[in-house]
């Protein structure tokens, strides 16, 4: 099982797409969810229960999250410390990873950094100075002797030409990332109608896609090397291997839960204080008997269910956009598995050539990365 460990809810940062959001948020609220509004703002559990709580899964793994974790520095040591794990992952704005000393730093399995692409793109939505700050970090992590998976965790949105940033992070001079994962800032807030999402989706993003698709496979053929684009990666390796989902690709509500300050167990992190779906609590929980929060319609009778499995949790429960706005959505993911089907026979070509190997699409699954954006 995998959990995500809410360290705190404060950050640093006022990111365009999170702070800023929840601004022009504050009057529509939830109708219709009983929310939880008084929850400490950091850790206010014994960390030996949360000990005691995944030493009953011999395979459980921690994705320390936030807010911004390294906030709680001293917790997050007390954590890789005290507690018990399989392994252990960060996700993290990367700001202030020079903080947390090598020795902790290097016990990660995997560290996901916000990072949205260039820079003139990435200080646009998380704030001036914010993109060169996490490029030293990671210099300096690396240089440290961390030699775990760095993932560039994109959010994207109105602002994002995704072949143009994506390829900048794989091909920058700076810091390269072999792996990279995105995803669409859609159906999180009420915001659609002040949004220009339809015609930046489907004039810009799709399009995007596909040619991005292509790269991807002209990469494997001059350079033999599968990129670790999540999407892509999880897309392709279920299209080849004949895969079919049908449950959330992230893991939310099924094989991927998160752990609240108080200790409460729900479905997905962004699904905070939301009682409704409070699963149970890490001082009497058991991590392989937790109630199942899977997604209702319209998603488990769409077509593209079974490579999809619903796409968001918190998104298909809580339906902040409409319908029609939604369809959207829908649009977007049959565009990405369309364009990675048309790509199939040259990625069968090429490992049968011997360019690739069918383990080179391989990856740990429920690490955080959602693979439908």
């Given at each position: 099982?995998?959990?995500?460990?809410?360290?705190?809810?404060?950050?640093?940062l006022?990111?365009?797409?999170?702070?800023?959001?929840?601004?022009?948020?504050?009057?529509?609220?939830?109708?219709?969810?009983?929310?939880?509004?008084?929850?400490?703002?950091?850790?206010?559990?014994?960390?030996?229960?949360?000990?005691?709580?995944?030493?009953?899964?011999?395979?459980?793994?921690?994705?320390?999250?936030?807010?911004?974790?390294?906030?709680?520095?001293?917790?997050?040591?007390?954590?890789?410390?005290?507690?018990?794990?399989?392994?252990?992952?960060?996700?993290?704005?990367?700001v202030?990873?020079?903080?947390?000393?090598?020795?902790?730093v290097?016990?990660?399995?995997?560290?996901?950094?916000?990072?949205?692409?260039?820079?003139?793109?990435?200080?646009?939505?998380?704030?001036?100075g914010?993109?060169?700050?996490?490029?030293?970090?990671?210099?300096?992590?690396?240089q440290?002797?961390?030699?775990?998976?760095?993932?560039?965790?994109?959010?994207?949105?109105?602002?994002?030409?995704?072949?143009?940033?994506?390829?900048?992070?794989?091909?920058?001079?700076?810091?390269?990332?072999?792996?990279?994962?995105?995803?669409?800032?859609a159906?999180?807030?009420?915001?659609?109608?002040?949004?220009?999402?339809t015609?930046?989706?489907?004039?810009?993003?799709?399009?995007?896609?596909?040619?991005?698709?292509?790269?991807?496979?002209?990469?494997?053929?001059?350079?033999?090397?599968?990129?670790?684009?999540?999407?892509?990666?999880?897309?392709?390796?279920?299209?080849?291997?004949?895969?079919?989902?049908a449950?959330?690709?992230?893991?939310?509500?099924?094989?991927?839960?998160?752990?609240?300050?108080?200790?409460?167990?729900?479905?997905?992190?962004?699904m905070?204080?939301?009682?409704?779906?409070?699963?149970?609590?890490?001082?009497?929980?058991?991590?392989?008997?937790?109630k199942?929060?899977?997604?209702?319609?319209?998603?488990?009778?769409?077509?593209?269910?079974?490579?999809?499995?619903?796409r968001?949790?918190?998104?298909?429960?809580?339906?902040?956009?409409?319908?029609?706005?939604?369809?959207?959505?829908?649009g977007?993911?049959?565009?990405?598995?369309?364009?990675?089907?048309?790509?199939?026979?040259?990625?069968?070509?090429?490992?049968?050539c011997?360019?690739?190997?069918?383990?080179?699409?391989?990856?740990?699954?429920?690490?955080?990365?959602?693979?439908?954006?």
């Amino acid at each position: 099982m995998f959990f995500h460990v809410i360290v705190t809810t404060e950050c640093p940062l006022q990111c365009r797409y999170c702070f800023g959001e929840a601004l022009k948020d504050t009057e529509t609220g939830f109708r219709g969810f009983d929310l939880d509004y008084s929850l400490p703002e950091r850790i206010d559990y014994d960390l030996d229960v949360l000990d005691r709580f995944c030493r009953r899964d011999d395979e459980c793994v921690l994705i320390l999250y936030g807010g911004e974790p390294l906030l709680c520095g001293d917790v997050v040591k007390q954590i890789l410390d005290r507690v018990t794990v399989k392994h252990f992952i960060l996700q993290t704005n990367g700001v202030l990873l020079h903080t947390l000393e090598p020795e902790y730093v290097n016990r990660f399995h995997t560290i996901l950094v916000s990072i949205d692409g260039d820079e003139a793109v990435t200080d646009y939505y998380r704030g001036t100075g914010t993109f060169r700050k996490t490029i030293d970090n990671l210099k300096l992590i690396t240089q440290n002797g961390f030699q775990g998976e760095i993932i560039a965790r994109m959010t994207v949105m109105e602002q994002t030409d995704i072949h143009k940033q994506v390829t900048w992070l794989v091909e920058n001079d700076d810091f390269p990332f072999s792996s990279v994962h995105w995803q669409l800032n859609a159906g999180f807030w009420d915001d659609f109608p002040r949004r220009a999402f339809t015609t930046w989706s489907e004039d810009g993003y799709n399009p995007g896609i596909r040619r991005l698709v292509n790269f991807w496979v002209q990469c494997m053929e001059t350079t033999g090397t599968v990129l670790r684009l999540y999407p892509f990666l999880g897309i392709t390796h279920s299209l080849l291997f004949g895969e079919d989902e049908a449950l959330l690709r992230c893991g939310g509500g099924w094989i991927n839960y998160a752990i609240q300050t108080d200790g409460h167990l729900i479905p997905c992190p962004t699904m905070w204080g939301m009682r409704d779906y409070y699963v149970g609590h890490i001082r009497h929980a058991d991590p392989s008997k937790l109630k199942k929060v899977l997604v209702n319609e319209p998603c488990t009778t769409c077509d593209t269910y079974p490579v999809c499995g619903g796409r968001c949790l918190y998104a298909n429960l809580t339906k902040r956009w409409s319908a029609e706005s939604y369809r959207l959505v829908c649009g977007t993911v049959r565009n990405l598995v369309d364009a990675i089907a048309r790509e199939l026979p040259r990625i069968r070509r090429l490992i049968q050539c011997g360019n690739i190997c069918l383990n080179d699409f391989d990856f740990m699954k429920y690490n955080g990365c959602e693979i439908i954006p």
